[in-house]
C-alpha cells in the first residue's frame, strides 16, 4: 500500500476551522482514502471516506484533488472535544480491508 | 450492546508468562483483525481472519497464535512473553460494502498489556 504522509501535530483554538492535509503520491487506482480518529485510551474511529472530489458527512468534509495524491481533512468549528490522533490512511479492497496506519496528526484544540 | 468488545482491559503479568485477550463483535462482519499499539502510538495490524480463516499474518513472532472459533470471536494468544510484548492491542471488525465500496473498522476499546 502506498504511503501516507500528514504533520505530527497542529494547534487550533475552540470554534476555528481545521484542515489537515495529507500527501499520498503513489495512490493507487484501487485505493479509497480514509480518515480516523483515535482519543486517549479508545480505539481509532472512522470519520469519513472518498475516492475523488469532494465528501461531506456530519462531522467532516475530506477534499480530494483530481490527481489524488493529496487530501484534506476539513473539521469545521472545532471544540475541545475534537483533541485526538488524526490518521489519514488507503484503504484497497483487494488487500482484505487492511488497513495501515501512519502516525497520524495529533490535534489539540485549546480554549 | 458494544460493537467490539475484548477483554481483559488491563493486563500486568511477568515475563515468561502466557496470556490471552479475547475478542467478540456483535456487528455480524465476516473479518475480524489484531491490531498492536506501542509507546510510540504508531497502529500496526498483526493479524486478519475473515470467516474464520487466516488471511492475513504480518511477520509477527510465533508466539502470537490468533484462534477464530467462529466468526464473531477473535482470541489472541501469546506465549512466553517478553518486556517488548508492552502494547496496547486493539481488535477490530470490518465488512465490505461492495456497493458503496466501503469497509469502515470498527474496533474494541483496546486491551494494555503491561510486562514486567
Known amino acids: 500500500l502506498a504511503k501516507t504522509t500528514q504533520p505530527i501535530s497542529m494547534d487550533s483554538y475552540e470554534g476555528q476551522e481545521v484542515n489537515i492535509t495529507c500527501s499520498h503520491n503513489?495512490?493507487?487506482?484501487?485505493?479509497?482514502i480514509t480518515w480516523y480518529q483515535q482519543f486517549p485510551s479508545q480505539g481509532p474511529r472512522f470519520i469519513i471516506q472518498g475516492y475523488k472530489t469532494k465528501v461531506t458527512n456530519e462531522v467532516a468534509s475530506l477534499f480530494i484533488p483530481a490527481d489524488r495524491k493529496s487530501s484534506t481533512l476539513s473539521l469545521p468549528r472545532v471544540s475541545l472535544s475534537d483533541t485526538a490522533v488524526y490518521y489519514c490512511?488507503?484503504?484497497?479492497?483487494?488487500?482484505?480491508?487492511?488497513?495501515?496506519f501512519g502516525q497520524g496528526t495529533e490535534l489539540s484544540v485549546k480554549p | 450492546d458494544t460493537a467490539v468488545s475484548q477483554t481483559p482491559k488491563y493486563l500486568v503479568t511477568q515475563m515468561g508468562n502466557d496470556k490471552s485477550i479475547k475478542c467478540e463483535q456483535n456487528l455480524g462482519h465476516d473479518t475480524m483483525y489484531w491490531y498492536k499499539q506501542d509507546s510510540k502510538k504508531f497502529l500496526k495490524i498483526m493479524f486478519s481472519y475473515n470467516n474464520k480463516e487466516l488471511i492475513i499474518n504480518e511477520t509477527v513472532p510465533n508466539r502470537f497464535s490468533p484462534k477464530s472459533p467462529d466468526k464473531a470471536h477473535l482470541n489472541l494468544h501469546i506465549n512466553s512473553l517478553e518486556l517488548g510484548d508492552s502494547a496496547v492491542y486493539f481488535c477490530?471488525?470490518?465488512?465490505?460494502?461492495?456497493?458503496?465500496?466501503?469497509?469502515?473498522?470498527?474496533f474494541g476499546e483496546g486491551s494494555r498489556l503491561t510486562v514486567l
Open positions: 490512511l488507503l484503504l484497497r479492497y483487494n488487500q482484505g480491508g487492511k488497513l495501515i
Open positions: 477490530a471488525s470490518s465488512q465490505w460494502d461492495t456497493l458503496k465500496n466501503t469497509g469502515e473498522l470498527f
Open positions: 503513489n495512490i493507487a487506482t484501487n485505493d479509497y
